[in-house]
């Protein structure tokens, strides 16, 4: 049986955006072993303003609209236009990305992997209905984004988690995970062999 950690909104910090324009709520990240960044990290962010994104060198993103009216990314020459609850963006760290806002501020919520230690898998549910989601992952991180979400797993049986709490499971079995009651997002992070 994996071991489940449930992490409080409490438990998260708030950090300045390497850029210095903002700050970004962590809630949970992995550092590497040799001190240099994270492997990985969840977090979120309130954006104010149009503006360029912080660098990531070596680094891939997964950006999700959580609240707002949205916004439009251009990065690597590509434009990708979120204006629907947990829409996503997908883009490198180290590519110029700026942001342009719809219609006045917003939240977003940020998956980000160094690409040499590991990739994740993001999906997400924008609404209450249930919903099934296949795991093949060595580190599972599901979020309850604005209600109590229910959750059934044949490995770690029923559980409700709370909103904007997170639910943490290591090396869970092939299986699938049922959920209802909550938009969720769910992270499926897989390691490199390097980084096992």
């Avoid at 439009?72 to 990305?97: I, N």
């Avoid at 992997?113 to 093949?136: M, N, Y």
Wanted: net charge negative; charged share 20%; hydrophobic share 40%.
């Amino acid at each position: 049986m994996p071991a489940v950690t449930i992490v409080k909104p409490s438990s998260y910090r708030s950090m300045p955006w390497r850029n210095g324009l903002g700050s970004t709520v962590e809630l949970m990240k992995q550092d590497l072993p040799d001190g240099d960044g994270f492997a990985w990290r969840l977090s979120m962010a309130d954006v104010t303003s149009d503006g360029e994104f912080s660098n990531f060198s070596g680094y891939d993103r997964n950006l999700l609209l959580l609240e707002g009216n949205g916004l439009t990314l251009l990065s690597d020459g590509t434009e990708k236009a979120l204006s629907e609850p947990l829409q996503v963006a997908r883009f490198r760290g180290e590519g110029p990305t700026y942001a342009r806002l719809h219609d006045g501020p917003i939240r977003d919520f940020n998956v980000m992997t160094q690409r040499r230690h590991c990739s994740a898998l993001v999906t997400s549910e924008a609404g209450s209905a249930p919903s099934q989601t296949d795991i093949d992952a060595d580190i599972l991180l599901v979020y309850a984004v604005d209600a109590e979400l229910h959750i059934d797993c044949p490995e770690f049986g029923r559980l409700s988690l709370p909103a904007r709490h997170l639910l943490m499971a290591r090396n869970p079995n092939r299986q699938v995970l049922h959920s209802h009651g909550a938009a969720n997002i769910v992270t499926q992070i897989r390691l490199l062999d390097t980084a096992r």
